[in-house]
């Protein structure tokens, strides 16, 4: 059981809009710890997509965005495109476990 | 460019010992700390814990204290994951990467270590 729940998984058209939600605790999101979101496609190795809530690594296109409240964060993902499928997973401090901590993961289905 | 390579898959039977590595390139490696990440078949990643190359500093996962050891060689470059004895629940892929700069993120990745403990 994951520090960070997040939902198993969403699914969008290609064009419309999709989110998905990451939720801590007071311990970790909700002390005011940053959030980071990675993709990771079948078969490779996890890939940056936002840090610190909602900054956007070079080369990772403005379609992508991350926001926090609360005890939350969420991704949001617009112009959904057929290579966004893929598995996707938020990340932050949890400051009672003295770790850094990872959501279960998301899967990501373009209809 | 910075680049993480990583060492090539181990299959190991249990009560084995085994150390992977992780050499990276294009970045003052001393300077950064250096991520580990399993992650299970089919299951997602977990953090394990960072050591940092400067003086080999190393903050452990609570999940992962006195199963694994993290430690660097900076004058090669190189981090390294080891177990003493491994079983066959360490079966995963293990994943290097480095720590951005002022957040607590693994910004460049390696491709990955697959070990395989069987008997």
């Known amino acids: 059981q994951s520090v960070l729940t997040q939902p198993p998984s969403v699914s969008g058209a290609p064009g419309q809009r999709v989110t998905i939600s990451c939720t801590g605790s007071?311990?970790?999101?909700?002390?005011?710890?940053?959030v980071h979101w990675y993709q990771q496609l079948p078969g490779t190795a996890p890939k940056l997509l936002i840090y610190?809530?909602?900054n956007r690594p070079s080369g990772v296109p403005d379609r992508f965005s991350g926001s926090k409240s609360g005890t939350s964060a969420s991704l949001a993902i617009t112009g959904l495109q057929a290579e966004d499928e893929a598995e996707y997973y938020c990340?932050?401090?949890?400051?009672?476990?003295?770790?850094?901590?990872f959501g279960g993961g998301t899967k990501l289905t373009v209809l | 460019e910075v680049q993480l390579v990583q060492s090539g898959a181990e299959v190991k039977k249990p009560g084995e010992s085994l150390k992977i590595s992780c050499k990276g390139s294009?970045?003052?490696?001393?300077?950064?700390?250096i991520g580990w990440v399993r992650q299970m078949p089919g299951k997602g990643l977990e953090w394990m814990g960072i050591?940092?190359?400067?003086?080999?500093?190393?903050r452990y996962s609570p999940s992962f204290q006195g199963q694994v050891t993290m430690s660097s060689d900076r004058s090669i470059n190189t981090s390294y994951l080891q177990w003493s004895s491994l079983k066959a629940s360490d079966t995963a892929m293990y994943y290097c990467?480095?720590?951005?700069?002022?957040?607590?993120?693994?910004?460049?990745w390696g491709q990955g270590t697959m070990v395989t403990v069987s008997s």
């Open positions: 007071s311990s970790n999101i909700g002390a005011g710890n940053e």
């Open positions: 050591v940092y190359p400067g003086d080999s500093d190393t």
């Open positions: 610190g809530n909602n």
């Open positions: 294009g970045y003052n490696f001393a300077t950064y700390w």
């Open positions: 990340q932050s401090d949890d400051s009672s476990l003295r770790a850094w901590v």
């Open positions: 990467a480095r720590r951005g700069d002022g957040y607590n993120v693994l910004q460049f």
